[in-house]
Structures are given as structure tokens and as C-alpha cells.
């Protein structure tokens, strides 16, 4: 069974930093690309961070370009989402997704499996 | 990157009702990269359909995508009780872009 974990959620002040981690299980966690996507509170859901499973192809969302990066450990089945120069508009669960096959390839793809998210909170 | 629309914003219908989800690509998509999720109050999406109309494992076939281009649709032939949610789309290829959701609501 596919399982994704996120954890590192929690309040930070603005212009902070934070650093979610999303551990895998039940598949060759290695072989998939992975993203995180996020929902502000009542809010819809947004695209945030695709990597490919050998970490060639990163792209990043408009909107936190420059301030998130992502990365990953396949030796600890491991994803993670560095935040920093935090807002308000960061505040948001953080949700890890997997990618619907594997391979090393470019693009942003649909997201099969989803793990139960992380909240974020961004506020002094 | 491309904006998706998605109306109406609500469709409150009762059981057995048959559901017509729209979304609108202000660019048209190409080889139909199109998505479509069903997300319940606390939980990760759930994704029903894919590449426009395919459905995706263990969905019901109540539940059918249509369209091409710019405009796609997600149809539940005939609702049931577990049915009312909010549904997404999603653009993807290039970057992802979701819809802003259409919330199915008992009448």
C-alpha cells in the first residue's frame, strides 16, 4: 500500500523558516517523481513543487519561486520542502503527492496518491 | 500558464440527480492534459479522472470525464449520498494549475 507521511508542519513568524519532510513507503520510492501541492484554510488547492525521481528536473510554482526548494533523499525514501521568507500566504496544509508512473522524465504531471497534509501557519 | 475555470461554483442537487461539472483552459490543452479530483472536508483529494476522460483505479463508472481543447466537463450520471464534495480540476504538462472547484451540495 502506498503510504506518504508529512511532518515539520507548525507556526512559524513571518519571514521565517520551515522545512516539511514527507517520508514514502509501499513503492521504490526512487523510481518516482514527487510534488507538493497546497490549500490555504477554506481555499482551493495549488501547485507548488515537482521533482523528478534523480532530482534533474525541478520546477517551481509562481508564487514561491525563489523562496522554496525542494529536494529528496532516495536512500531515506525521503522528500522535503525547504520554506523560507515566509507570509501569511504561505499558511496553508502541505501535502506530498506522487507522480502515476515511474521513470526519470520532465514535466508536471497529475498526482496519484496523496498524503493526509501538513499545516503550515505563518503569523507573529 | 494557463487559467482554469471552473462553474458553477456550486450545483446543489438531491441523490439520484445526474451532475455536469464544467472547466474552462484559457489555452488550449494539449493531448488533454486534464485532471479531475474529489475532495472531502479534512481530507487529500482523490483523483477520479485523467488524460480528460480516463478513469482513474477503483473509481465508479458513474463517474466519466468528456471534452477536448479548452473545455472539459466531469459528469456523475446518477449522485450518490458519498458524492457531495468539492471536485477539481487540474491543467498539467508544462506546470500544474488547478481550477478554483465546483462544491456539490445536497438539495
Known amino acids: 500500500e502506498v503510504q506518504l507521511v508529512e511532518s515539520g508542519g507548525g507556526l512559524v513568524k513571518p519571514g521565517g523558516s520551515l522545512r516539511l519532510s514527507c517520508v514514502a513507503s509501499?513503492?521504490?520510492?526512487?523510481?518516482?517523481?514527487m510534488n507538493w501541492v497546497r490549500q490555504a484554510p477554506g481555499k482551493g488547492l495549488e501547485w507548488v513543487s515537482t521533482?523528478?525521481?534523480?532530482?534533474?528536473?525541478?520546477k517551481y510554482g509562481d508564487s514561491v519561486k525563489g523562496r522554496f526548494t525542494v529536494s529528496r533523499d532516495n536512500a531515506k525514501n525521503s522528500l522535503y520542502l525547504q520554506m523560507d521568507s515566509l507570509s501569511a500566504e504561505d499558511t496553508a496544509v502541505y501535502y506530498c503527492a506522487r507522480d502515476p508512473w515511474s521513470g526519470d522524465y520532465t514535466g508536471v504531471w497529475y498526482f496519484s496518491y496523496w498524503g493526509q497534509g501538513i499545516l503550515v501557519t505563518v503569523s507573529s | 500558464e494557463g487559467v482554469l475555470t471552473q462553474s458553477p461554483g456550486t450545483l446543489s442537487l438531491s441523490p439520484g440527480e445526474r451532475a455536469t461539472l464544467s472547466c474552462r483552459a484559457s489555452?488550449?490543452?494539449?493531448?488533454?492534459?486534464l485532471a479531475w479530483y474529489q475532495q472531502k472536508p479534512g481530507r487529500a483529494p482523490r483523483l477520479l479522472i485523467y488524460?480528460?476522460?480516463s478513469r482513474a483505479a477503483n473509481i465508479p463508472d458513474r463517474f466519466s470525464g468528456s471534452g477536448s481543447g479548452t473545455d472539459f466537463t466531469l459528469t456523475i450520471r446518477r449522485v450518490e449520498p458519498e458524492d457531495f464534495a468539492m471536485y477539481y480540476c487540474l491543467q498539467y504538462g508544462d506546470s500544474g494549475t488547478f481550477g478554483q472547484g465546483t462544491k456539490v451540495e445536497i438539495k
Open positions: 509501499g513503492f521504490t520510492f526512487s523510481s518516482y517523481t
Open positions: 521533482i523528478s525521481s534523480t532530482s534533474n528536473y525541478i
Open positions: 489555452q488550449s490543452l494539449s493531448s488533454d492534459y
Open positions: 488524460g480528460g476522460s
